[in-house]
């Protein structure tokens, strides 16, 4: 990871080669899972419009598909969850707004450093650029503060139109050609950074895991971790598995009690 200035003079450079763990990138490690699930039904053009519970499952209602009838609904679908807004509620009761927005987007990957994070660092803003040693492309990056934004976090145009205001008037270093390249980047992602708090991680037959629940978006640190797993801490600090028989909603209760009294003591230590 390094720093540089306008000019592109580095003025600070932190080694991190030597880090234990290995970084996969998201694009591939979905790659990953689809292979690996073989014979698992994938259902793709469609999302999640309306739950209805009773005690023997759940009903899904489909914006495209017809309805069909579920065991459990298991809600990993991000931030802005529907599944998380159809079973327990607004979006705003449970996502707090960190203070920044991000954006990131596909970049020439002869503009950076092998396998090297490279940053521009303003007050209130930073532009990045990241180059994977397995890919022919890099990795832009931007970073800014504000208080909480009006917007669609559907509208990709508006979201472009966010950032390009904010770095429009950024000459130095290599920002305005990671911004041109960001801004016709059909992948472009923006989003805020925020975390989702809640009581309770389950209602009846439907549960949420990964930033649905209770992730950090961007990840901070060990957030993959908290993604698959729900806990903080080594994996031989995490409790036992929850066994219950007869009732979901009841083994949910058990498992969330169990995570959140692991993360607590994992947070004391």
Request: charged content about 20%; overall charge negative.
């Amino acid at each position: 990871m390094k720093f540089v200035d306008a000019h592109d003079h580095v003025v600070a450079r932190v080694d991190v080669t030597g880090a234990s763990e290995i970084e996969v990138m998201r694009g591939d490690l979905v790659a990953l899972v689809h292979q690996a699930s073989e014979g698992v039904e994938h259902v793709f053009g469609d999302a999640v419009r309306g739950l209805a519970q009773d005690d023997d499952g759940v009903t899904v209602a489909f914006e495209n598909g017809p309805d069909r009838r579920f065991d459990l609904v298991v809600g990993a679908d991000g931030l802005h969850s529907t599944v998380r807004r159809l079973a327990f509620g607004p979006e705003a009761d449970f996502v707090q707004h960190g203070g920044h927005y991000f954006a990131f987007a596909n970049a020439d990957g002869t503009l950076g450093e092998d396998r090297w994070v490279t940053m521009l660092n303003r007050p209130g803003r930073m532009a990045g650029l990241y180059r994977s040693g397995n890919h022919a492309q890099a990795k832009a990056y931007f970073i800014f503060r504000s208080a909480p934004i009006a917007y669609d976090h559907r509208d990709v145009g508006a979201h472009k139109r966010l950032v390009r205001e904010t770095f429009a008037h950024e000459t130095g270093w290599r920002v305005p050609e990671l911004l041109a390249a960001a801004l016709d980047d059909p992948d472009f992602y923006f989003d805020a950074l925020s975390q989702v708090r809640m009581d309770s991680w389950s209602a009846g037959r439907v549960i949420l895991v990964g930033d649905a629940a209770w992730c950090a978006s961007p990840p901070p640190g060990r957030a993959p971790n908290w993604r698959s797993s729900g806990h903080t801490g080594s994996p031989e600090s995490w409790p036992p598995p929850a066994v219950t028989t007869g009732s979901p909603s009841r083994a949910f209760t058990t498992a969330t009690a169990a995570s959140s009294a692991s993360g607590s003591r994992s947070a004391r230590t």
